[in-house]
């Protein structure tokens, strides 16, 4: 069972950057999109950022200019960069991906935006 690990969360001042990874116990198919999830207190999972096989990127309107998801198919390996942190980006962060028929999460990674 391929299980998905996020990492690089934390504390960071309004204005600062994180980088998070996540990266799959196994070796993953590249047909599928990898993505990135955020969940606020009291919120709905949101969609953050996506990125295909071939490397097309899509993003939330709230991250546009401020987050880079990128991916490393050969180490089944994907990451978002953020840059110019707010408070609103306060969030338990996923990565997700589709694998052997099923859709897998990782446990989440706490991305704490505050002065």
């Known amino acids: 069972q391929v299980q998905l690990v996020e990492s690089g969360g934390g504390l960071v001042q309004p204005g600062g950057s994180l980088r998070l990874s996540c990266a799959a116990s196994g070796t993953i198919s590249t047909i599928y999109a990898m993505n990135w999830y955020r969940q606020a207190p009291g919120q709905q999972r949101e969609l953050v950022a996506t990125?295909?096989?071939?490397?097309?990127?899509d993003y939330a309107d709230s991250v546009k200019g401020r987050f880079t998801i990128s991916r490393d198919n050969a180490k089944s390996t994907v990451a978002l960069q953020m840059n110019s942190l707010k408070p609103e980006d306060t969030a338990i962060y996923y990565c997700?991906?589709?694998?052997?028929?099923?859709?897998?999460w990782g446990q989440g990674t706490q991305v704490t935006v505050s002065s």
């Open positions: 997700n991906t589709y694998h052997n028929r099923q859709y897998l």
């Open positions: 990125i295909t096989g071939a490397g097309s990127t």
